[in-house]
């Protein structure tokens, strides 16, 4: 089974910094995609950042220039460097990636639990 495992969600005071990370396991043989995503009650999921073939690309307008993304292609990890955190950002935050599994020959979406990040004086 493939998992995606999240990690480092903290409390954190307004204009500090964080760094989450996520670690993709299993029999996986391909990922062509990795983003992350946040979520607070009542909205719906909201794709912060993702990377591919190498690069990064912010789709979010509130994270611009605060927010950063990282790929370790050798460990299957990516990690999202928050730096300004602002009350707003506070919310559960997803790893999300788009992986093809030994045997198969399509991609499918998988999801992490979630960590949660709370930003607060």
């Known amino acids: 089974q493939v998992q995606l495992v999240e990690s480092g969600g903290c409390v954190v005071q307004p204009g500090g910094s964080l760094r989450l990370s996520c670690a993709a396991s299993?029999?996986?043989?391909?990922?062509?995609?990795m983003c992350w995503y946040r979520q607070t009650p009542g909205n719906e999921r909201e794709l912060v950042e993702d990377?591919?073939?190498?690069?990064?690309?912010p789709y979010a307008d509130s994270v611009k220039g605060r927010f950063t993304i990282a790929r370790d292609n050798a460990e299957n990890k990516m990690y999202l460097q928050m730096n300004s955190l602002k009350p707003e950002d506070t919310a559960v935050y997803y790893c999300?990636?788009?992986?093809?599994?030994?045997?198969?020959?399509?991609?499918?979406?998988?999801w992490g639990q979630g960590t949660q990040v709370t930003v607060s004086s």
């Open positions: 999300n990636a788009r992986i093809k599994r030994y045997g198969n020959t399509y991609y499918r979406n998988y």
């Open positions: 299993g029999s996986i043989i391909d990922i062509v995609a």
């Open positions: 990377i591919l073939s190498g690069g990064t690309t």
